[in-house]
């Protein structure tokens, strides 16, 4: 593994990082590895990671609510509740620095998921 | 704050958790508070808050990308890359019980407002 790497001239590789080394085994791009780049890319792939887990614990959760909903006969969708929860969102975002409309574009997008989820739920599965 | 709760008849509000009711000031559906939806919602609340602020720090860190790939004049796609972390993230996906489908949806969302954004500075911001 990454045999190419320490042959030869181990010192012209002193700029990379050992552990971008060991954990990106291959370039994701044609030319040779950018260490610059693929640093980068190990944290953006940690963070993704994260997101990901974040989501699946997100829809246990309104897999859950969705049944309740269906047993308490309670509507799949809550307007009140998604505009609450989207000026929320939007705030938070504001104070991260991170784009508001952006912010509401994604928790509609997650809404929008859950929302058909609890109508398949009310529809038997 | 929030005396209307507290004056009268505080035993009445026994099933309700304590948390739910210093953190959810008012009831998010026309009828009374569901305690168990408001519990829900509570875990929903703090997982939304978690995800908002990874997003603002990937996109903290894809600026960053952004900038150097466009003093580095490489392109701001890169279909490679963008199909391994597809791959990589439908893995992790199906090992946390979530939608695989879902998830590239979900990257395939955020992939495109990044390079939204390395379009943007490309051209000058």
Redesign the interface.
């Known amino acids: 593994m990454a045999a190419h790497r320490t042959l030869g001239k181990p010192g012209l590789d002193a700029s990379v990082p050992a552990m971008a080394n060991l954990t990106e085994p291959a370039p994701?791009?044609?030319g040779p590895e950018?260490p610059?780049?693929a640093s980068?890319?190990k944290?953006?792939?940690n963070?993704?990671?994260?997101?990901?887990?974040?989501?699946?614990?997100?829809?246990?959760?309104?897999q859950?609510?969705g049944e309740?909903?269906a047993t308490?006969s309670?509507p799949p969708a809550?307007p009140?509740?998604e505009a609450?929860?989207i000026a929320?969102?939007r705030s938070?975002?504001v104070e991260?620095?991170?784009?508001p409309e952006?912010?509401e574009?994604?928790?509609r997008?997650v809404i929008d998921?859950v929302i058909r989820h609890h109508e398949k739920a009310r529809n038997g599965g």
């Open positions: 994701d791009h044609a950018d610059v780049l980068y890319r944290s953006i792939d963070i993704d990671a994260a997101l990901i887990h974040m989501l699946a614990e997100r829809f246990r959760i309104t859950a609510v309740y909903k308490a309670l809550d009140n509740r609450r929860q929320r969102l938070l975002a991260a620095n991170l784009d952006f912010s574009k994604f928790i997008f998921e």
